[in-house]
């Protein structure tokens, strides 16, 4: 990284110019970098579960107050909420190999996190 003195003749400065030069403030002080455009396309399978998961997303706002009240009533003195709870038994409904790649359980067999044991 390059260091900066003055970026931009101001005192200080933070952001990104054109979606290719990023400034910003760091311990060590102001910095300029480069920012490398992403090579990032998600697998089929990443997108198959991404969608079941918005599928959860809508299916919890779907539903009444108090149906979402029994959920968080549900995780009293538990470390979740009754969001995670309703979206990871949501999850855990949806069969085959997608089910048990999800949240690593597996209706038939013995599995942890799609590996068998």
Aim: glycine residues 8%; positive net charge; aromatic residues 12%.
């Amino acid at each position: 990284m390059a260091r900066v003195k003055i970026p931009l003749l101001s005192g200080s400065a933070h952001g990104t110019i054109a979606k290719c030069l990023t400034f910003s403030k760091r311990k060590t002080g102001q910095k300029a970098r480069f920012q490398r455009k992403q090579n990032y396309a998600p697998t089929a399978a990443q997108k198959i579960r991404r969608f079941w998961c918005a599928q959860a997303v809508l299916a919890w706002q779907a539903l009444t107050p108090t149906e979402k009240k029994s959920y968080n009533k549900q995780t009293i003195g538990k470390t979740i909420t009754g969001y995670n709870l309703f979206i990871s038994q949501y999850l855990k409904t949806i069969p085959g190999e997608l089910g048990s790649s999800i949240f690593g359980i597996r209706i038939y067999g013995i599995y942890n996190y799609g590996k068998q044991l």
